[in-house]
T-cell receptor, first 110, second 115 residues
Framework: GNSVTQMEGPVTLSEEAFLTINCTYTATGYPSLFWYVQYPGEGLQLLLKATKADDKGSNKGFEATYRKETTSFHLEKGSVQVSDSAVYFCALSSARQLTFGSGTQLTVLP | SAVISQKPSRDICQRGTSLTIQCQVDSQVTMMFWYRQQPGQSLTLIATANQGSEATYESGFVIDKFPISRPNLTFSTLTVSNMSPEDSSIYLC????????????FGPGTRLTVL
């Protein structure tokens, strides 16, 4: 079956630091890949997505590239802000079924 | 993307009671989904709700415990029946607006605490 493995958290960074959250997946076929973000006390928001190999999703300074050869979709941001503090979920979609990773808690300190 | 709303946003319930959660979208969608997020955990799919057919439940979830209705293309309800403290979770609905992008968008969630 499909599965998503995310970097263990929690992650604590200082403001303006570089962020990487690792995500690898196992899937049959050609899934679409997503990063969702959950701010404290809120639901999930779609952050970015990529639907085929070598696609780069980007939004709000975050980027992730769909790497089929390494089955990865790592999330990066060059300079994090306090407002980026949230839980980040990597997910894949295949046949309209979403499979989530365990989530990574990010805290950015001023 | 359009607007997805859920009611109630949060509730505190007594053991043994039931709660019905509503999910409303402001445009027609074919597929709606219900998820559970237990405290500090990731999301688990409860069921897929298609208009005009019975909901499809995932392993570990049964209709008697989580009955779902989908009366039209903009609305669905999830009932959590005979609640116990283990049902304390965030319940989220999501929709897939188009069959081409395979992308789900989520409502704000319902935070349920069972005493």
């Amino acid at each position: 079956g499909n599965s998503v493995t995310q970097m263990e958290g929690p992650v604590t960074l200082s403001e303006e630091a570089f962020l990487t959250i690792n995500c690898t997946y196992t899937a049959t076929g050609y899934p679409s890949l997503f990063w969702y973000v959950q701010y404290p006390g809120e639901g999930l928001q779609l952050l970015l997505k990529a639907t085929k190999a070598d696609d780069k999703g980007s939004n709000k300074g975050f980027e992730a590239t769909y790497r089929k050869e390494t089955t990865s979709f790592h999330l990066e941001k060059g300079s994090v802000q306090v407002s980026d503090s949230a839980v980040y979920f990597c997910a894949l979609s295949s046949a309209r079924q979403l499979t989530f990773g365990s989530g990574t808690q990010l805290t950015v300190l001023p | 993307s359009a607007v997805i709303s859920q009611k109630p946003s949060r509730d505190i319930c007594q053991r043994g009671t039931s709660l019905t959660i509503q999910c409303q979208v402001d445009s027609q969608v074919t597929m709606m989904f219900w998820y559970r997020q237990q405290p500090g955990q990731s999301l688990t799919l409860i069921a897929t709700a298609n208009q005009g057919s019975e909901a499809t439940y995932e392993s570990g979830f049964v209709i008697d415990k989580f009955p779902i209705s989908r009366p039209n293309l903009t609305f669905s309800t999830l009932t959590v029946s005979n609640m116990s403290p283990e049902d304390s979770s965030i319940y989220l609905c999501s929709v897939d607006w188009t069959s081409r992008t395979d992308t789900q968008y989520f409502g704000p969630g319902t935070r349920l605490t069972v005493l």
